[in-house]
């Protein structure tokens, strides 16, 4: 059975950090590509960043330089640190597994979601 568990959301000020882990489990974690996802109130589910199973990395134009993942192998973990953040950066953050995660392609196993909420 394949989990993945998100954790690390929060509310924060804007301009500031969160870490999001999402430890997975019933998979060969190093094979996989691993995705963050997000999804604001009355929006579409976006891809926000994907990390292959070589370390490759992609992101959207809307969080570039401000978001960076990362995976752990030993740990079967992957992780989005988040900086600088944004009111429009609100959403349900969630994590996504695949052997392929493109922005036509998402994993077909996901995670429960983290509420990130940015705000003053």
């Known amino acids: 059975q394949v989990q993945l568990v998100e954790s690390g959301g929060g509310l924060v000020q804007p301009g500031g950090s969160l870490r999001l882990s999402c430890a997975a489990s019933g998979i060969i974690f190093s094979i996989y590509a691993m995705g963050w996802y997000r999804q604001a109130p009355g929006k579409q589910r976006e891809l926000v960043a994907t990390?292959?199973?070589?370390?490759?990395?992609n992101y959207a134009d809307s969080v570039k330089g401000r978001f960076t993942i990362s995976r752990d192998n030993a740990k079967n973990t992957v992780y989005l640190q988040m900086n600088s953040l944004k009111p429009e950066d609100t959403a349900v953050y969630y994590c996504?597994?695949?052997?392929?995660?493109?922005?036509?392609?998402?994993?077909?196993?996901w995670g429960q979601g983290t509420q990130v909420t940015v705000s003053s």
């Open positions: 990390i292959t199973s070589g370390d490759s990395t």
């Open positions: 996504n597994a695949g052997r392929i995660i493109t922005t036509m392609r998402q994993g077909p196993y």
